[in-house]
């Protein structure tokens, strides 16, 4: 029986509903345990919603490297920064990055003095951006996870078919088991994961067998509304009560076992795994996702010369352990009145969904 | 950023369908899905719609949140 009137979002927040789960998962909580949320998307819920009010003391959550703009490395914005500087190039990007500091400035500093960088909300404002602009070369900052990297693969392919030429892309797109991993196999203890829902949406359950089978960890994909969140974390401690670590989906209305199949094609026919610096993880084996020989002419790294310095984190920035678990915003120095949404230092205080961002608006 | 919008298909035309949320349309690519009908509610993410949203599945997950929440008086 189909509810009469569903909207997939208001019946997912009813407090009742949420209280009674709360409730339940008091009742089988025994052990102290770290449950990691992956998503950004999932720290900024249950913060937004004040969640953790909801879970009894032996459940400690722990952000996890699930947002974009916070792993992106510190070398992917002064590359963009670059690119931004070559004239008749305009650059076109997701809006948190562009606030991002560099090793010495940031995209919005570039853009107030004479870069032309363009905020778009889907690739495909890039892409018509640059069919617009035949004269100019339209570079498109491509970040984000399995989510993400389907729909700059298609306009790779729309931009091939059109025969758009002066459109190109600077892939970041990273992908989510190789740091996943690289976290269970870590020093920090995490007991479960709640696994991010939409990007599971798109590769389905099989990329995290590795992490129950080999590691004993708890898995379960989770949807983003309240009920979702706390049914995922009552899956979870279920599971670690009883030592049975399985793959388990809460989020069953969007995520199917083999996901979206036509997106993971559309993926693969134009990125093929490559190594990619993580901010936190550092340099994870195959965990980017880089553009094939075949797609070369799009690809704005080979496309465009540019010699981009090493560099090193700003002092006293702790966001690579925060994005591995291992410390909480609160416990930076730089915290709060050196760093703040009007005045980040490091990208987790810029992205709406960096963990450092979430504590500062919903913790104060 | 991976944020997701459930939304209803009020009309298809080639690769992009018009939907619905709340009150505000959009216009979003269906390149990344198979078979989108009006009427289907979709899950949009960047301009995209990424997968249906399955309604048999919601209400399963709803009984489900129910069931457990009624555990206690068992």
């Given at each position: 029986m189909i509810p009469e009137g569903m909207r997939y979002i208001d019946e997912f927040r009813d407090s009742a509903l949420v209280s009674n789960i709360s409730r339940k998962i008091g009742l089988i909580s025994e052990k102290q345990i770290n449950l990691m949320e992956v998503c950004g998307g999932h720290t900024m819920a249950i913060h937004k919603n004040g969640l953790t009010d909801f879970l009894p003391e032996t459940i400690h959550l722990l952000s996890g490297p699930g947002c974009p703009v916070c792993v992106s490395s510190q070398q992917c914005i002064d590359h963009a920064i670059l690119l931004g500087r070559i004239p008749g190039v305009i650059l076109a990007t997701y809006g948190d990055l562009i606030r991002v500091p560099g090793s010495q400035t940031s995209l919005e500093k570039e853009k107030a003095r004479y870069a032309d960088i363009r905020i778009v909300y889907s690739v495909l404002d890039a892409l018509e951006i640059a069919r617009l602009n035949r004269n100019h070369r339209v570079v498109f900052i491509g970040i984000g996870f399995e989510t993400t990297a389907p729909s700059s693969a298609a306009a790779i392919l729309q931009a091939g078919k059109d025969r758009i030429n002066n459109f190109f892309l600077l892939s970041s797109h990273k992908i989510m088991p190789p740091a996943l991993e690289t976290l269970a196999a870590g020093d920090t203890q995490i007991d479960g994961f709640i696994a991010p829902g939409h990007v599971s949406a798109i590769t389905g359950y099989g990329i995290y067998n590795k992490l129950s089978e080999v590691y004993h960890r708890g898995v379960v994909i989770s949807g983003f509304e309240p009920?979702?969140?706390?049914?995922?974390?009552?899956?979870?401690?279920?599971?670690?009560?009883?030592?049975?670590?399985?793959?388990?989906?809460?989020?069953?209305?969007?995520?199917?076992?083999?996901?979206?199949?036509?997106?993971?094609?559309?993926?693969?026919?134009?990125?093929?795994?490559?190594?990619?610096?993580?901010?936190?993880?550092?340099?994870?084996?195959?965990?980017?996702?880089?553009?094939?020989?075949?797609?070369?002419?799009?690809?704005?790294?080979?496309?465009?010369?540019?010699?981009?310095?090493?560099?090193?984190?700003?002092?006293?920035?702790?966001?690579?352990?925060?994005?591995?678990?291992?410390?909480?915003?609160?416990?930076?120095?730089?915290?709060?009145?050196?760093?703040?949404?009007?005045?980040?230092?490091?990208?987790?205080?810029?992205?709406?969904?960096?963990?450092?961002?979430?504590?500062?608006?919903?913790?104060? | 950023m991976c944020l997701g919008v459930p939304a209803r298909v009020i009309r298809v035309e080639g690769n992009v369908a018009t939907v619905n949320i709340g009150s505000v349309e959009y216009e979003s690519s269906t390149l990344l899905l198979n078979d989108v009908a009006v009427g289907d509610y979709v899950l949009l993410h960047a301009g995209f719609a990424i997968e249906k949203i399955d309604p048999e599945e919601a209400a399963e997950t709803m009984r489900l949140f129910n069931e457990i929440s009624n555990l206690e008086e068992e």
């Open positions: 009920a979702d969140i706390l049914q995922s974390v009552f899956m979870l401690v279920k599971q670690i009560e009883s030592g049975h670590f399985q793959v388990e989906n809460e989020y069953t209305r969007i995520v199917k076992p083999e996901g979206n199949s036509r997106a993971l094609a559309i993926m693969n026919e134009v990125f093929v795994p490559a190594d990619a610096e993580w901010r936190g993880l550092g340099i994870v084996p195959l965990s980017g996702l880089a553009i094939k020989e075949k797609y070369a002419a799009f690809d704005a790294s080979k496309r465009f010369t540019v010699k981009v310095p090493d560099s090193l984190p700003p002092a006293g920035c702790i966001c690579g352990e925060i994005l591995t678990g291992k410390s909480k915003p609160t416990d930076c120095n730089l915290f709060s009145a050196t760093c703040n949404p009007l005045n980040p230092v490091g990208a987790c205080m810029v992205s709406a969904e960096g963990a450092c961002s979430v504590f500062y608006k919903f913790m104060k | -």
